[in-house]
Nanobody
């Protein structure tokens, strides 16, 4: 019943910033840990970040650590991904996904609900 919709993607120059949002409907998002994943052109899927149900723990891939920040607002049923110092290699379709567990993981196999994705293009 949970449905996820990503937003906030677009075209940005290298070094710029974007904030992605993952909005949930159908169920309370605070029952789910949430992760962000991406698929770049000619590349395989890559886990980016995840956040626990309460928001008290997070995890990041080495490729984005120090540049991206994940957060959540359970009262509004939304998870954010703040992206800064963007690089051309960050160009990808970004997906959010939810798993019915308090803890988060960067492994995609246990995420049971996925959004359709939002395109992020980093180019000069």
């Amino acid at each position: 019943q949970l449905q996820l919709v990503e937003s906030g993607g677009g075209l940005v120059q290298p070094g710029g910033s974007l904030r992605l949002a993952c909005a949930a409907t159908g169920e309370a998002l605070d029952d789910y840990a949430v992760g962000w994943f991406r698929q770049g052109p000619g590349k395989g899927a890559e886990a980016i970040s995840c956040v626990s149900t309460s928001g008290d723990s997070t995890n990041y891939a080495d490729s984005v650590k120090g540049r991206f920040t994940i957060s959540r607002d359970n009262a509004k049923n939304v998870v954010f991904l703040q992206m800064s110092s963007l690089k051309p290699e960050d160009t990808a379709i970004y997906y959010c996904a939810a798993r019915p567990d308090a803890a988060c993981t960067l492994s995609p196999t246990t995420y049971i609900r996925w959004g359709r994705g939002t395109q992020v293009t980093v180019s000069s």
